[in-house]
C-alpha cells in the first residue's frame, strides 16, 4: 500500500513540475510577443541585462523542455480524438480531490493554479488511457486489487487551512489580538510566521488530516472545532505555537469500486507494461515538422 502512495506522490511531483513548465511557457511566449525587446528589465551597477537578453537565456535554458511539453500535450489531444477517448468530468474532479487532500501544497498544489491542474490532470488521464488503450486486465484481477488497497481510494475528512506559528504563547496572544482587531491572517503570517515555507504563502498550510504526518493528533483534534473563516487561540505545539483559520471543510469520501474501476485497470495495466507515463511512445503516429533542430534527433 505505501509503494502505491509513493508512486501516487511521484506522480504529483510530475504534474507540478509540468504546471510550471506551463507557467513558464506562457511567460516565455507572452514575452517574445513584446517588440520592446532591447527594454532594460535589470541593472546591476552600471551594467544591464535587457528583455533580450533574459529571453535569449530562458530559450537556451528551457526551450527544448517547452517546446517538447507543448508537442506532448497536441499529441495527447490528437491521439485522443482519433481513438475516441473521453475522460469524465468526475474523473478529473476524483484526482483533483486526492491532490489537493492527501498531497496538498506540499507537492506544489495552490488553489489559484486549480484550473492549470485540473487541465494538466485530464491530459495525464488521457495519456494513460491511450497507452492502455490495448491492454486487457481480468474483472477479477481488478477487484482484488481494490480491496488490497481499499485505503487509496478512500479520503478522510479534510481542512484547508492557514497558519501563524510563531516562538512564544506571548506573540500568539498579541497575533490573535491584531486579528481580532481587523488585521489580515495572510499579511501577519508573512510578516510573523517562523514557519518560512507557509509563511511565504500568507500563512497557507493546504488541507490537512487525521492522516498527515507533520500533526499531531491534538492540533486537527483543535482545528475539528473550527468554523470556516475562524480562527483558533494558540495551539500549542512542541516547541512553539500556532494560530490556525479554516477556509474550507471537505468530508471523507469512500469511493466504489465502480468509481475507480478505470484507474485500477490503467494502474494495472501500467504496471504490467513496465513502462514510463510519457507521451513519445505516440510521437511516431503524427507528423510533426521541427524547426527546432536538435529536438528532433531526440
Known amino acids: 500500500m505505501k509503494k502505491e502512495r509513493l508512486k501516487r506522490e511521484k506522480l504529483w511531483i510530475v504534474i507540478a513540475g509540468l504546471i510550471l513548465m506551463n507557467c513558464l511557457t506562457v511567460a516565455f511566449f507572452l514575452s517574445k510577443g513584446d517588440t520592446?525587446?532591447?527594454?532594460?528589465?535589470?541593472?546591476?551597477?552600471?551594467?544591464?541585462?535587457?528583455?533580450?537578453?533574459?529571453?535569449?537565456?530562458?530559450?537556451?535554458?528551457?526551450?527544448?523542455?517547452?517546446?517538447?511539453?507543448?508537442?506532448?500535450?497536441?499529441?495527447?489531444?490528437?491521439?485522443?480524438?482519433?481513438?475516441?477517448?473521453?475522460?469524465p468530468d468526475r474523473a478529473v474532479e476524483r484526482e483533483l480531490m486526492i491532490v489537493k487532500?492527501?498531497?496538498?501544497?506540499?507537492?506544489?498544489?495552490?488553489?489559484?493554479?486549480?484550473?492549470?491542474?485540473?487541465?494538466?490532470?485530464?491530459?495525464?488521464?488521457?495519456?494513460?488511457?491511450?497507452?492502455?488503450?490495448?491492454?486487457?486486465v481480468p474483472e477479477k484481477e481488478m477487484k482484488n486489487y481494490y480491496e488490497q488497497n481499499s485505503r487509496q481510494f478512500r479520503l478522510p475528512d479534510s481542512y484547508h487551512i492557514s497558519k501563524i506559528i510563531v516562538?512564544?504563547?506571548?506573540?500568539?496572544?498579541?497575533?490573535?489580538?491584531?486579528?481580532?482587531?481587523?488585521?489580515?491572517?495572510?499579511?501577519?503570517?508573512?510578516?510573523?510566521?517562523?514557519?518560512?515555507?507557509?509563511?511565504?504563502?500568507?500563512?497557507?498550510?493546504?488541507?490537512?488530516?487525521?492522516?498527515?504526518?507533520?500533526y499531531s493528533k491534538e492540533f486537527i483534534n483543535s482545528i475539528k472545532k473550527l468554523k470556516p473563516g475562524k480562527w483558533s487561540k494558540p495551539i500549542k505545539l512542541e516547541d512553539s505555537y500556532a494560530i490556525v483559520t479554516v477556509h474550507e471543510f471537505v468530508e471523507g469520501k469512500e469511493y466504489a469500486y465502480k468509481e475507480v474501476k478505470d484507474q485500477i485497470r490503467r494502474q494495472i495495466a501500467l504496471e504490467q507494461m513496465d513502462i514510463p507515463v510519457?507521451?513519445?511512445?505516440?510521437?511516431?503516429?503524427?507528423?510533426?515538422?521541427?524547426?527546432?533542430?536538435?529536438?528532433?534527433?531526440q
Open 36 to 87: 520592446g525587446n532591447n527594454e532594460v528589465v535589470a541593472k546591476v551597477g552600471k551594467e544591464k541585462i535587457t528583455r533580450q537578453d533574459w529571453l535569449s537565456e530562458m530559450e537556451s535554458r528551457y526551450g527544448k523542455e517547452i517546446l517538447s511539453e507543448l508537442v506532448d500535450q497536441k499529441i495527447i489531444e490528437t491521439a485522443g480524438e482519433k481513438y475516441g477517448i473521453k475522460i
Open 101 to 136: 487532500t492527501m498531497y496538498g501544497s506540499s507537492n506544489g498544489y495552490q488553489s489559484a493554479d486549480e484550473k492549470k491542474w485540473r487541465q494538466q490532470i485530464k491530459n495525464n488521464l488521457m495519456l494513460e488511457e491511450l497507452l492502455t488503450r490495448d491492454v486487457n
Open 167 to 214: 516562538k512564544t504563547k506571548k506573540e500568539a496572544e498579541q497575533t490573535l489580538k491584531e486579528l481580532e482587531q481587523g488585521s489580515s491572517f495572510s499579511v501577519l503570517a508573512m510578516e510573523r510566521s517562523i514557519d518560512e515555507f507557509t509563511a511565504n504563502l500568507g500563512g497557507d498550510a493546504g488541507y490537512v488530516n487525521e492522516e498527515s504526518e507533520h
Open 278 to 297: 510519457s507521451a513519445k511512445p505516440l510521437w511516431s503516429e503524427t507528423d510533426i515538422e521541427w524547426f527546432y533542430g536538435e529536438l528532433e534527433a
